[in-house]
């Protein structure tokens, strides 16, 4: 599996909307992130969509967050970026390949039922983190573990 780079630019955009008192406007994160203001919307665009972060439409304007963040976790930013369709879809093309006595849909369903553990695993992972915890380590004296 390979995680999309707006993952990381919009954990990106999230700290920095978060270390702002005020709205930060899209043509400062593109600045300050060296992506173009287009692309940077697209991305900002998915984080409003999914609740993390909210646009202010006025002279003051930008974007702020919806909640603290402390509240935003990794898996929230990531089904944000990445949407919540499960990671496996079956197609049954194995049932064009082996012979219909062999047992191919109870092996097939153990596959998918070890894939699916697997992906709750990952999920439960990048829920456990949050980004005052990623703020919190990167603000750590060097040697202290989390």
């Known amino acids: 599996m390979k995680i999309r780079k707006s993952f990381e630019q919009a954990i990106c955009i999230l700290l920095l909307v978060g270390a702002n008192d005020k709205p930060i406007k899209s043509h400062e994160l593109s600045e300050k992130l060296l992506v173009s203001d287009s692309y940077l919307k697209k991305i900002t665009r998915q984080l409003v969509v999914s609740g993390l972060i909210q646009s202010m439409a006025n002279k003051r304007g930008g974007f702020v967050l919806t909640k603290s963040l402390d509240c935003i976790s990794l898996l929230d930013i990531f089904e944000a970026m990445e949407g919540k369709e499960p990671f496996v879809k079956t197609t ?55």
């Open 92 to 146: 049954h093309l194995v049932d064009k390949v082996f012979d219909s006595h062999l047992k191919v849909k109870e092996t097939e369903d153990f596959i998918v039922d070890y894939l699916n553990a697997a992906e709750n695993q990952y999920k439960q992972k990048l829920k456990e983190i949050t980004l005052s915890q990623i703020i919190d380590a990167a603000h750590q004296e060097e040697g202290e573990n989390l």
